[in-house]
């Protein structure tokens, strides 16, 4: 995780709050950026690997939340099938947070999909949380499902 430093105005003083970048990289075997990109992007196969109500669109400016309303933003940019740009937070970060953004990119390697995951601006204490939470309730999932697994995923 990469650290970066925000500070914004209240009151007349300044705040200072660290703000992290999650950096991921993740090989899927045997699989096409065309069915990583549905598993994030469609609605019904998203709510089933997270296990809980999700509502996304894959259109650009569409508002979208995913775990029950737990985390919500907006989707910025769409390249079918090999990028998705996103805000993003989670209902328990502090109201003065600003949103994170969130980036996936697909790159295919022969057989094989590299899943490129960048988050930026995550409050320095939800960033751990929130980089485990990325290979528990997404990645580890998905590769169960692509193995036909059962999917196992840890509690909210």
């Given at each position: 995780?990469?650290?970066?430093?925000?500070?914004?105005?209240?009151?007349q003083?300044?705040?200072?709050?660290?703000?992290?970048?999650?950096?991921?990289?993740?090989?899927?075997?045997?699989t096409?950026p065309?069915?990583?990109?549905?598993?994030?992007?469609?609605?019904?196969?998203?709510?089933?690997?997270?296990?809980?109500?999700?509502?996304?669109?894959?259109?650009?400016?569409?508002?979208?939340?995913?775990?029950?309303?737990?985390?919500?933003?907006?989707?910025?940019?769409?390249?079918?099938?090999?990028?998705?740009?996103?805000?993003?937070r989670?209902?328990?970060?502090?109201?003065?947070?600003?949103d994170?953004?969130?980036?996936?990119?697909?790159?295919?390697?022969?057989?094989?999909?590299v899943?490129?995951?960048i988050?930026?601006n995550?409050?320095?204490k939800?960033?751990?949380?929130?980089?485990?939470?990325?290979t528990?309730?997404?990645?580890?999932?998905?590769?169960q499902?692509?193995?036909?697994?059962?999917?196992?995923?840890p509690?909210?």
């Amino acid at each position: 995780m990469v650290n970066l430093l925000r500070h914004y105005s209240i009151n007349q003083q300044i705040k200072i709050v660290m703000a992290k970048t999650i950096v991921q990289k993740v090989v899927f075997k045997n699989t096409t950026p065309k069915v990583l990109y549905a598993l994030y992007m469609d609605e019904k196969k998203h709510t089933m690997i997270a296990g809980a109500p999700c509502k996304i669109s894959a259109k650009e400016g569409a508002k979208y939340s995913v775990h029950g309303g737990y985390i919500s933003g907006k989707n910025l940019q769409l390249v079918k099938d090999k990028l998705i740009v996103q805000t993003w937070r989670a209902v328990d970060w502090d109201k003065s947070e600003v949103d994170s953004t969130f980036i996936i990119n697909l790159e295919e390697k022969g057989k094989d999909v590299v899943l490129h995951a960048i988050h930026a601006n995550v409050p320095d204490k939800y960033a751990a949380s929130v980089a485990k939470g990325w290979t528990g309730h997404y990645w580890n999932p998905w590769k169960q499902h692509l193995a036909g697994k059962i999917i196992t995923r840890p509690q909210m």
